[in-house]
């Protein structure tokens, strides 16, 4: 209507710039119009505002009502398994109150392994934690059965919900965190096929997408992958590229591999006379600095040429030094231990071992190094990666602790107790947040000896104090975890 245009401009400018008027107006407008501007008895600015008010309602008076054809709304397919126990729901309550992800997850753990769902009361909260925290969908659409599902089309926040009975519905209509889940599981059984569908699906994938979905390959990299993922090489996304050659690199027989080799092979030699020669040859092939090699060393007493074999040397399989040298694998540890030539390479010969996740070397070369290297901890059975943490903690106690994080494995009482009370001398690092975190490796018999654990600074105290409160009602929440599931 053009004369509510004249109606905004003059509030825009002003009635002192432009007078309100009848102009354009007809009809039982103008007569409205007529008597408010006639009206002596009112400044300019009310006649504006009145004239305004009796075009505006006139306006809204022509105005349609919205119709829209509304899709009857779905009832909730019937779920074919049962719920939790009220005993399980309860445990949920003070597990949901320490705000421990890692706790979340084992219940959640617990409920999906007993092949039982979410009661509908609980599932906005869980669905509302899991949109918050990636690491819960896929448990959580497991435990939420067809009513999360259900939900999931009145909220977009929750349509990672979607119930997928197969590992292909996972993979061709779950989310991206099912997918890369039904991905890893089909990666176990059935390692070609999983490259297939990744193959199948590549083109229509976003880059982001793309680097996810590639980082189940490294479980375990496969050599059937090699073809495929230098094709790859090509691809225009930074991230994807550079996914693909750590995955490469982590592919003896891979072309990037081989040339790594081929140059170490030429650098390191072993003499008729048992004697190792080391010494670079000169590098005319940029390719390798371009995957990452750096070709200066930040430190004064290494070489340049040192530093770049070393690089080599961490990147390469360690079953390569067998051939190259005709010996076993415990000649060949013993040839980096002895000579002095190799010495400086030990250290990257244990990057290699942890690398390749050479479990087998990485236990040999324990019962023949005297020098303990902590990056071989997560490669060893967990007995022993138990026994060499408690051995060594007092000389690395973060290292440790970091790896200890990373092992999904229970602690053992000696070895969390020394965390304990390292963590008691560093509260504000070792605090709340990281108790969530690791409340999954925190044995449930820890408590009797949380209060003999006091810091030795007195300023501490108070605030280790606290940390020993929150961890006792994770303790206590994590204790009542199997009963609750008990049928």
């Not at 994807?240 to 081989?258: A, D, Q």
Request: hydrophobic fraction near 40%; include cysteine; aromatic fraction near 10%.
């Amino acid at each position: 209507m053009e004369r509510w245009n004249h109606i905004i401009n003059t509030a825009l400018l002003g009635t002192a710039k432009k007078q309100a008027d009848s102009q354009g107006l007809n009809g039982p407008l103008q007569i409205a119009a007529d008597k408010i501007l006639g009206n002596a008895s009112t400044d300019r600015e009310e006649q504006f505002l009145q004239l305004a008010s009796v075009i505006y309602n006139y306006r809204q008076s022509g105005t349609q009502p919205v119709t829209a054809a509304v899709q009857p709304m779905t009832v909730c397919a019937a779920e074919t398994k049962a719920y939790c126990p009220p005993a399980a729901i309860r445990v949920l309550q003070p597990v949901l109150e320490t705000d421990s992800i890692q706790l979340l997850l084992l219940w959640l753990e617990y409920c999906t392994k007993a092949n039982l769902l979410l009661p509908p009361a609980q599932l906005p909260v869980m669905l509302d934690k899991a949109w918050r925290n990636k690491s819960l969908r896929v448990l959580t659409a497991a435990a939420g059965g067809h009513r999360a599902e259900w939900l999931g089309q009145f909220n977009p926040d929750w349509n990672f919900s979607r119930v997928a009975e197969t590992l292909e519905e996972r993979w061709d209509n779950g989310a991206t965190a099912q997918r890369v889940e039904a991905l890893r599981e089909l990666r176990v059984t059935d390692p070609v096929m999983a490259l297939t569908w990744l193959q199948r699906t590549w083109p229509k994938e976003s880059a982001t997408v793309k680097a996810e979905l590639l980082t189940v390959l490294e479980q375990p990299p496969q050599e059937s992958d090699i073809e495929w993922l230098e094709s790859l090489l090509t691809e225009k996304s930074k991230q994807v590229k550079e996914t693909v050659i750590r995955l490469l690199k982590k592919l003896p027989g891979s072309s990037l591999h081989e040339q790594y080799w081929q140059i170490i092979a030429g650098a390191v030699q072993l003499q008729e006379d048992g004697h190792v020669v080391v010494a670079l040859p000169e590098l005319k092939d940029d390719y390798i600095f371009q995957s990452g090699i750096e070709k200066l060393s930040n430190d004064k007493k290494v070489s340049d040429d040192t530093h770049i074999l070393y690089q080599l040397i961490s990147l390469v399989h360690p079953s390569r030094w067998e051939a190259h040298f005709g010996r076993s694998s415990a000649e060949v540890i013993n040839l980096f231990l002895q000579y002095e030539s190799l010495q400086p390479f030990v250290p990257a010969l244990v990057q290699a071992i942890t690398w390749f996740e050479d479990r087998q070397r990485a236990v040999t070369f324990m019962r023949h190094s005297d020098t303990f290297y902590i990056d071989i901890i997560p490669m060893l059975p967990t007995d022993q990666q138990q026994q060499f943490s408690e051995k060594f903690f007092d000389e690395h106690p973060e290292t440790i602790i970091k790896y200890a994080t990373n092992n999904p494995e229970e602690w053992s009482v000696t070895l969390c107790t020394k965390i304990m009370r390292y963590a008691a001398t560093q509260p504000y690092t070792y605090n709340q947040l990281f108790m969530n975190n690791v409340i999954r490796q925190i044995p449930v018999a820890i408590s009797a000896t949380l209060d003999d654990i006091v810091p030795a600074e007195s300023y501490h105290v108070g605030y280790w104090n606290n940390i020993k409160v929150h961890l006792g009602r994770l303790l206590q929440a994590k204790s009542q975890l199997p009963g609750g599931f008990k049928k």
